[in-house]
């Protein structure tokens, strides 16, 4: 029995750690945003504060409703990832 709070402290840190670095690896993830794969140039992009810049660009410069770039149906992804290309 001597060896309980050893043990629990252990437990305890162990937990605490663990905690702290699936926080961090969200945080992580959060910031740098997510990745989406452009199957029609068979290439990656991450979507990230930059790529958000030029896809506010595109919705202005075809007179478009801002709307959630996953929500948008699969011809008008399409159609950003084209001018996205043309547009570096």
């Known amino acids: 029995m001597p060896n309980l709070p050893k043990r629990f402290a252990s437990v305890l840190l162990g ?11 969200c945080s992580a993830r ?4 997510y990745r989406y794969h452009d199957t029609y140039y068979g290439d990656d992009h991450l979507w990230d504060q930059g790529e958000v810049t030029y ?3 595109w919705e202005g410069d075809t007179h478009r409703a801002h709307r959630d770039f996953r929500r948008r149906p699969s011809n008008e992804q399409k159609e950003y990832w084209e001018w996205r290309h043309n547009h570096h």
Do not use: E, I
């Open 55 to 57: 896809y506010g660009r």
């Open 15 to 25: 937990t605490a750690f663990a905690a702290s670095m699936v926080l961090a690896g």
């Open 30 to 33: 959060v910031s740098s945003g």
